[in-house]
């Protein structure tokens, strides 16, 4: 089976200052991990994706993720945060065996001014 | 860049009505997937679709919901009897190949009242 696990469900952090949201995943197979983000009532934009090769993966709006295979992470990060960055950000797994994408339960992002 | 697109984007319906969900994927891609997600919650798998055929499915994919690609072109969910509890975003995907990145399209708000 495959699983995602992000255990902070919000994050706070004031405007400019750095982020890290977390990501564990387990999968028995090899896998393509994820980082979406879901502004207030709309759809899933995909931020940044790995699926081979460097494991430190830059994304869209300046965040950037880093593959970690012993540690079984993919922490997503930002230096510095703006307002706009207020989302809620999923991180996801995909392992071609279970023919799916398993969604973890997502981090509030909530910059303050 | 192709993407998947996907109609009604908000659906407003009535308890025992049957819903049918649009979706264009992309054209060259051979899978197709419906995900959904409850307000609050994280998205969750619902089927994968191949060769005019259900691949997989899970336990939320009862007797009520059924797929089917009527053209070349889309991809759609029915839901037979809609239920309260069947209001969600709704999410379809698609991919080229079972091993390659899954593609996800905006999403359709299912409010069932």
């Known amino acids: 089976a495959q699983s995602v696990t992000q255990l902070d469900s919000q994050v706070p952090v004031f405007e400019e200052a750095p982020v890290e949201l977390r990501c564990n995943y387990s999968s028995s197979v090899s896998v393509y991990l994820f980082w979406y983000v879901q502004y207030p009532n709309q759809g899933l934009q995909l931020l940044l994706k790995y699926l081979s090769g460097s494991t430190l993966v830059k994304g869209i709006n300046g965040f950037e993720a880093e593959f970690n295979k012993s540690q079984t992470s993919f922490h997503l990060r930002k230096p510095s945060v703006h307002i706009s960055d207020t989302a809620e950000y999923f991180c996801a797994v995909f392992s071609g065996g279970y023919q799916k994408v398993t969604f973890g339960t997502g981090t509030k992002l909530q910059v303050i001014p | 860049e192709p993407e998947v697109t996907q109609t009604p984007s908000h659906q407003v319906t009535q308890m025992g009505q049957e819903v049918i969900l649009r979706c264009v994927p992309i054209?060259?891609?051979?899978?197709f997937y419906w995900y959904r997600q409850i307000l609050g919650q994280k998205v969750e798998f619902l089927v994968s679709f191949y060769n005019n055929e259900i691949s997989e499915k899970s336990e939320i994919f009862d007797d009520q919901f059924s797929v089917e690609r009527p053209d070349g072109s889309n991809f759609t969910l029915k839901i037979r009897s809609t239920k309260l509890e069947d209001s969600a975003m709704y999410f379809c995907?698609?991919?080229?190949?079972?091993?390659?990145?899954?593609?996800f399209g905006p999403g359709t708000r299912l409010t069932v009242t």
């Open positions: 054209s060259n891609h051979l899978y």
């Open positions: 995907a698609s991919s080229a190949a079972v091993t390659y990145e899954q593609y």
